[in-house]
């Protein structure tokens, strides 16, 4: 009996932190929960789910954006339906406006407090599901809650977080989806032209058509071919005007890829793009047409005509043989270079 006194003794204070622990374990599980439940009091304001939604149409901020779902599934800009947009953006931005949420329900003397209604209104939102439709409008800021007054097409009225609406205003750059000019690699072109100067490369090695014993930089030629290969479009002119309207029609640079399966890849650098009414940055841009997109125009990095701006001479490398150039890598930055254009002009 005594020693099952003892054992009992010895065994107490586990029980103890047990049953303890336990009750830290319970305690924790109702303050998770009432903590979820707290942060959980937003209003969903949107009824239909991302998926459900197949026409979203937002203007304010200087944009004015109809988004449509094809019978694919794919988006498509209504104003602009061949556009080439990303799709994985484009749901992002469908995803967030359905799940926009309120803070509040305004009611009561709440909206004796309310301002005036705005006579331009910050934003207006449209989200349909087939014949369903919801209508937003985003009003005034209140800057010390840091929250917009937003009105169903009932009249009723909501806070919601100016954070929560500022990224809901996307113009078609910003869910643009760049396009690439060709899938070739540097190893499948034979050969390059760019204005008057043909290049043909063997085994790696480049050299000029016309006199292949002229020792020529290899990098600088790998540039040349690898920013054609390697550039991204920044936009694209669906309907373009003729090629006047982009300087293509005496293009700054002309390049023509000649690939080693027999098809080639002409393309043509032209003006600079204008200041777009989007807040883009033209001057950073120019048009550039491309013979495998013939009904097409793009906008492209203007930096990279700079790796199109050498001569013959500016070319010459003295120490090029055709050992260092089947071991020169391609050039690290394909687009342009600091001293690219500078460098090339003849004194």
Not at 175 to 181: D, E, N, S, V
């Amino acid at each position: 009996m005594k020693n099952n006194a003892k054992k009992a003794k010895k065994l107490l204070p586990l029980a103890v932190l047990l049953a303890a622990a336990a009750l830290l374990g319970i305690l924790l599980a109702v303050l998770t929960r009432s903590s979820t439940d707290a942060a959980d009091t937003t209003i969903p304001l949107c009824g239909f789910t991302a998926e459900e939604i197949d026409r979203l149409a937002y203007s304010g901020n200087n944009m004015d954006v109809t988004l449509l779902k094809g019978s694919t599934g794919d988006w498509m800009l209504d104003s602009d339906p061949a556009l080439p947009l990303d799709q994985a953006k484009v749901t992002s931005l469908v995803e967030q406006y359905a799940a926009l949420a309120a803070l509040r329900k305004l009611e009561g003397s709440d909206l004796a407090e309310l301002p005036e209604k705005s006579a331009a209104p910050q934003m207006t939102i449209t989200i349909s599901a087939g014949e369903k439709t919801l209508a937003l409008t985003v009003d005034q800021l209140n800057a010390v809650a840091d929250v917009y007054y937003v009105y169903d097409e009932s009249g009723a009225a909501y806070t919601v977080m100016r954070s929560d609406l500022a990224t809901l205003s996307k113009s078609p750059r910003d869910l643009y989806k760049a396009q690439t000019l060709t899938d070739k690699t540097l190893s499948d072109v034979a050969a390059m032209q760019v204005n008057d100067l043909q290049f043909t490369q063997t085994d790696g090695s480049w050299t000029l058509t016309d006199d292949p014993d002229y020792p020529v930089s290899q990098s600088s030629i790998k540039k040349m071919a690898s920013t054609i290969l390697q550039m991204q479009t920044a936009w694209t002119v669906t309907a373009p005007e003729a090629d006047t309207a982009y300087g293509l029609d005496s293009p700054d640079v002309t390049a023509v890829l000649t690939f080693t399966d027999g098809t080639s890849l002409t393309v043509r650098f032209g003006n600079a793009v204008a200041a777009a009414a989007d807040g883009s940055d033209g001057d950073s841009l120019c048009y550039l047409a491309s013979d495998a997109a013939p009904t097409v125009v793009y906008e492209v990095n203007a930096d990279s005509k700079l790796a199109y701006a050498v001569t013959k001479e500016s070319l010459y490398e003295e120490t090029a043989t055709a050992e260092t150039a089947a071991s020169d890598p391609v050039a690290q930055y394909p687009i342009g270079g600091e001293d690219d254009y500078a460098d090339s002009l003849p004194e």
